[in-house]
C-alpha cells in the first residue's frame, strides 16, 4: 500500500486506539479473574494472575497490533522481515518479564536476577531502535517511533 508519512500515522494512531480498548477488556477480565482468585484463598495464584497475565497481555495486544499494521505499509521483504525482529525483540522483553515477575513471587531471594533482565532490556531497547532506523533506511514513509510518539501529541513533523 503506497502511503505517505502522514497517512501511515493515522493508521497506526487508530490501530493502537483500537488495541489500547482491546487490551483493556483483557485486563478488565484478567482483574477480576485475580479477584476471584484472591477471594477463594487462592492468594498466590491470584499474584501469579495478577503479575503474570495482566501486564504481558496488555503489551502482547499492543506490539501485535502495531506489528499487523506495519506489515499493511510495504510489501518489501527487507521491510517485513525487520518488522517481524521487531515483532520478536518485543515478544522477548515480555517473556523476560513474566520469567522475573514468576522468579520474584516463587523465590524473593532471587532479586539478582533483576541486574540480567535490566541488561537484556536495555539490549531489546538499542536493537528496537536500530531496527527502526533500518526501516526508516528501506522506508523513507516509514512512521518511526520517536516521529510516533511526537504525532501524538500534536507535534507530527511532516
Known amino acids: 500500500m503506497n502511503m505517505t508519512q502522514r ?17 483493556l477488556l483483557l485486563g478488565v477480565f484478567i482483574v477480576l479473574l485475580g479477584v476471584i482468585f484472591w477471594f477463594t484463598g487462592e492468594r498466590r495464584l ?3 494472575v495478577g ?6 497481555v496488555i503489551l502482547f495486544v499492543k506490539v501485535w497490533a502495531r506489528t499487523k499494521t506495519l506489515l499493511t505499509f510495504n510489501e518489501a521483504p527487507d521491510y517485513r522481515r525487520l518488522v517481524w525482529y521487531e515483532y520478536w525483540s518485543g515478544m522477548a522483553v515480555i517473556v523476560i518479564f513474566c520469567v522475573l515477575i514468576v522468579t520474584l513471587l516463587l523465590r524473593p531471594e532471587q532479586e539478582n536476577i533483576l541486574i540480567l533482565v535490566v541488561a537484556f532490556n536495555l539490549f531489546a531497547w ?6 527502526d532506523q533500518k526501516l526508516a533506511n528501506i522506508d523513507p514513509e516509514h512512521v518511526t517511533h ?4 511526537r504525532g501524538k501529541v500534536g507535534f507530527f513533523l511532516k
Open 46 to 48: 491470584a499474584e501469579l
Open 146 to 149: 520517536k516521529a510516533y510518539e
Open 7 to 23: 497517512e501511515r500515522f493515522d493508521h497506526l494512531y487508530e490501530a493502537g486506539k483500537r488495541s489500547t480498548r482491546q487490551a
Open 126 to 131: 538499542i536493537a528496537s531502535s536500530k531496527i
Open 51 to 56: 503479575f503474570v497475565l495482566f501486564i504481558p
